[in-house]
């Protein structure tokens, strides 16, 4: 989400004139797009604030004038006590103020100091969150008039979250969810395919709860629009375009996915419409059902494990991925022992693996039975080891298969190698030119070098 909303405020910039300065130290505006998920990310930003307000004196008003801006959640957390903390922040704009921010760069144009920028004085209307039009990351090779030349994009559906999981801040600085109109999801997705773009991304903190209930498009009968009913609209608009053909976006995938609200509906249009990639990110926290209810999951383990059992049986050969957190307060040796016998029966491709640190403002920061830090490193290797054996174990049951892969790049490693994936989310090298990037192609899994596979091969599709 980080990710794709920093791609909207740069395409604010660059729509605007401005041009990515080499480093931060030549630039004349720094934002800091800031997460608060962990408190190690909200550090981090306070030591770069730090290291900016210190350019930002060194250089003089005069000279050079440097203005700061802090957006995000850390910004809608922490609001003007940021300013407080750090005199040189000149502007914190929290989530909901995104649509703003074109307010800062007309300033900073016309050298208005912040203090007399009429959008953000005490008697500014209090800023509601909207969707930006465009998430499209800035590519390498600027082609396009605006330099955009990306093969994969993020297309945000929802922003907020109603869940309130006991660990968790989201809820606290990005509100409760609000769903974007389907007609500017669509929107936005024909312009990233007249753009070039292959492969889309749907985003949201629970893209499963989607609900539209405004205006409905004239294809949608009955009275909103739920996930299924969306992912059937994506279909339609990708599988016959706007424009009466087939897209250039072959593939969707979408994250996060929340295990309690995956419909059985969603499952079945996922397994009618093969736009839709063999991947889903799951998100199952913990193996064990205490834990899971102290975490506020609301969900079971026989839950997932049957809603696995489900996606895997509509469609066969689907890899699923998920994230781990351990060492909550009170896991017992037994409570970790039932993670991994999770794992062990779904079988991850991967997974994103933490140990639990409390997070000031959630529920579960004064809950008792905190785990020794130590205790909660050893859970965590072990966790980290089985999910190495699991990744192994799946990857080579693939070799010598037929794959479709979209080439992503060129390797780092070396300029005659090409970076692809598959729908599965495998990683596959292979000898190619760069004039392929962007295209779909054919080829067979013949080896691994660690994570990635390797092919000898590549049949181009388009
Ligand atoms: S579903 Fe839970 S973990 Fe995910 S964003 Fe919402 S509250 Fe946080």
Redesign the pocket.
């Known amino acids: 989400m980080n990710t794709a909303e920093s791609a909207a405020l740069d395409l604010v910039c660059r729509e605007r004139g401005w041009k990515t300065a080499p480093d931060g130290e030549s630039a004349d505006l720094v934002l800091l797009n800031t997460c608060s998920v962990r408190a190690t990310a909200e550090q981090r930003v306070m030591g770069r604030l730090g290291f900016y307000g210190a350019l930002k004196k060194s250089r003089g008003a005069e000279k050079q004038p440097l203005t700061l801006v802090v957006a995000g959640c850390m910004a809608e957390r922490l609001g003007e006590k940021l300013k407080e903390k750090i005199p040189a922040v000149d502007y914190v704009m929290g989530t909901s103020a995104r649509s703003t921010f074109p307010l800062i760069l007309e300033a900073v144009e016309k050298g208005i100091p912040p203090e007399q920028n009429p959008g953000f004085g005490l008697d500014a209307e209090k800023p509601v969150f909207s969707f930006s039009a465009s998430h499209l990351e800035a590519g390498s090779e600027d082609q396009s008039p605006l330099g955009l030349k990306s093969l994969r994009s993020f297309v945000p559906i929802m922003h907020g ?1 109603n ?3 006991s660990y ?1 801040i ?2 606290y600085v990005r509100g409760r969810e609000i769903s974007r109109n389907p007609a500017a999801i669509l929107e936005e997705i024909r312009l990233l395919a007249e753009r070039g773009v292959r492969e889309i991304a749907l985003l949201g ?2 893209v499963n709860t989607y609900r539209w209930e405004g205006r409905l498009p004239a294809e949608v009968h009955g009275k909103s629009l739920d996930f299924p009913g969306l992912l059937r609209l994506i279909a339609a608009e990708l599988e016959q375009g706007s424009s009466g053909s087939p897209s250039g976006i072959r593939w969707v995938r979408f994250l ?1 996915a ?1 295990p309690r609200d995956f419909s059985r509906e969603a499952i079945s249009v996922m397994a009618e419409h093969p736009v839709f990639c063999r991947h889903i990110h799951l ?1 199952v926290q913990h193996g064990s059902n205490s834990i899971l209810a102290a975490m506020n999951r609301r969900y079971t383990r026989e839950d997932y494990l049957e809603l696995a059992a489900e996606i895997r049986a509509a469609m066969p050969g689907i890899t699923l991925s998920t994230d781990i957190l351990v060492g909550f307060p009170g896991e017992t040796e037994a409570d970790l022992e039932e993670t991994l016998a999770l794992m062990e029966e779904v079988k991850f491709l991967y997974s994103f693996m933490y140990h639990y640190n409390p997070r000031e403002g959630t529920a579960a920061y004064d809950l008792p039975g905190r785990i020794d830090e130590k205790v909660k490193r050893e859970r965590l290797a072990r966790v980290i080891a089985l999910q190495k054996q699991h990744t192994q174990e799946l990857l080579k049951s693939r070799l010598g298969s037929r794959e479709t892969v979209l080439i992503e790049g060129i390797s780092r490693k070396n300029a005659d190698e090409l970076i692809t994936r598959t729908e599965r989310d495998e990683m596959v090298v292979v000898s190619g030119k760069a004039s392929m990037i962007g295209s779909f192609a054919e080829l067979t899994l013949s080896g691994l070098r660690g994570n990635t596979f390797r092919a000898r091969e590549i049949n181009l599709l388009d």
């Open positions: 979250c869940n309130f999981c968790c989201v809820p903190q629970n996060s929340n998100c």
